[in-house]
């Protein structure tokens, strides 16, 4: 019998008494097991994983709902199964900040465990199917299989890393390139998923995105639509199509307005010969 059967039952199985009651349970498979879970977060599973009967929770929340409040009292980590959501931070003027766009695979709440209060909201954009790991269930885990600990420790560090490399991204770059590097991680991130990295639909407003990247919602739809025009992406409403991933990426600024209304002549020229994509890297070698 697995060392796990040790644990109380109350640590086995998630307890969803504290959720909202507008979050609603997920028809058919309800619950994930340690090797799924695992799988999930891109670790490896302990060596006895198909031996556990820990299970943990599905709980599904409709696009606007969250999943946990600022000054909530923290009891338990989120896990992304499905869906789109938005991480913010509401000063006490009531102004939202939006911090990160989680999405399948990524862990949710390790701000509450400083002060045993979730430090921001979490919040669906779509459709969201959420796992639940109590705390308490994982440090009895983490008791049992020291490799898993290390290896959640692994997946919050990454967490971490990931919202670091933003901060830097944001202090260094254009606001133009800010736009073109938030598409282009995005798109691999999708990729990572196994969906187009290339052709994806904006499940956030470019409010949202602004107040991510720190800029106005002008300058989104006005960086998106000089984008637009040189040929380095194309925009139909929240579809995104990225055409030039490459010059995307390092792309530093973006040409006065005059300037792209000739590139845009030319790149309709390209288009209607098929010679864009030798254009495309002519562009990025422009731009940089």
Known sequence: MSNISTLSQSTRFADISTMSDSAWRQQGSLWSNLRQ???????????????EDTVFQHVRFKAGQRIHRIGQAFDTLYIVNSGFLKTVHIDEYGNEQVLSFPMKGDLLGIDGIHKQHYASEAIALSDCDMILVPYK??????????????????????????????????????????????????????NQMGYSGRSFNLR???QEIGSYLGLTLETVSRTLSALNELGLISVEQREINLIDPVALKTLRRLPPAKARIKVSEKVTALVNKNLLPQWNGELAAALN
């Open 137 to 190: 269930t994982f440090t009895a885990l983490g008791r049992v299989h020291v490799e898993l600990e290390q290896a959640m420790f692994n997946v919050m560090s990454r967490e971490i890393v990931r919202e670091q490399m933003m901060i830097s991204m944001l202090s260094a770059l254009s606001a133009e390139a800010k736009v073109a590097r938030f598409l282009t991680n995005l798109g691999e991130r999708f």
């Open 204 to 206: 956030m407003t470019r």
């Open 37 to 51: 879970v695992c799988d999930l977060l891109a670790i490896p599973a302990p060596a006895t994983a198909d031996q």
